[in-house]
């Protein structure tokens, strides 16, 4: 038994479960001139009607056969799919006693037989509004809670390479020497600049020159994506990499082929002395103990990548102590 309608879309749908027809008939003339009806005839099939149709309420007799309307409750609140749908008892089980078992199973509401069809309109309209309200609001905390992922991710993120900003490194790189000294595990940071950059982008343009580094922040993800690593744009074209568990040397090795999957690239740039864009890095890693800050390892990189630029660039310096 179900009403359909043009706006059977905006209809909020209600469920009777009763083992007389006479009541059911009751319910749904009050019932059908605003929501569309279906019924049940036993508390199996309720329970299945339910999980096949998901009503927006379901008004529930207690004395049934084989089932009777608490058990179907409480396995209807047992169900992560179901237990959100508010029940309503409609019984002639008028005492105290009954009302609360129903009320402590999860059922919303308790109406006794015979009923006033008024009482039962307003208190069905009230209850889906309710439910309405309710259901607004968990949408709204969804979406909420997915803004806010997504707002995260904007505050850790570099907007134009998608590598983490210098926020989020200063932050990552703390946190890894707090642990790593901890534990009395190695830690690695690679500093890494992008050559004669300054001269790309009067050459080139900036437009070429974000290209530029968008394609050395796409090569730093591809070539560090193990659990813990961060890239990060460290500030103009300059980048760095946290290595947590790494040795320095070993971290050198990485820095050496990054720098080479660069050159691999063979992206032209004429006032450079090697004809294309390529990268120096300067490498530092120890064994943390507690006399390594955040500074140290900074400085540290920061000096190694300072001799590879007085060197002749297109290289990686390991720092040494």
Partial sequence: MSVEGPEEAARSRILIVDDTTANIEILYKILKGEFDVLFAKSG?????????????????????????????????????????????????????????RGLELGAIDYLTKPITPAIVLARVRNHLELKRRGDLLEQLSTELARKNRELEVLVREDGLTGVSNRRHFDEALRSEIQRAARNGRNLALIMCDIDHFKKFNDLYGHFAGDRCLQLVGELLRKSFKRAGEVVARYGGEEFAVILPDTSGELAGHLAERLRLE????????????????????????????????????????????????????????LFDQ
Wanted: one cysteine or more; charged letters at 25%; a negative charge.
């Fill in 44 to 100: 199996a099939d309720g329970i299945r009607m339910v999980r096949e149709h998901i009503p927006d309420l379901v008004l529930l007799d207690i004395m049934m056969p084989d089932m009777d309307g608490y058990e179907v409750c409480r396995v209807l609140k047992r169900d992560q799919v179901t237990a959100h749908i508010p029940v309503v008892f409609v019984t002639a089980m008028g005492n105290d006693e009954d009302e609360t």
């Fill in 262 to 317: 660069l050159l691999a690239q063979a992206l032209p740039h004429a006032h450079s002395e090697f004809g294309m864009v390529t990268m120096s890095l300067g490498v530092a890693g120890v064994q943390v103990t507690r006399e390594y800050d955040q500074e140290w390892f900074i400085v540290a990189a920061d000096e190694a990548l300072y001799r590879s630029k007085a060197e002749g660039r297109n290289r990686v310096t």
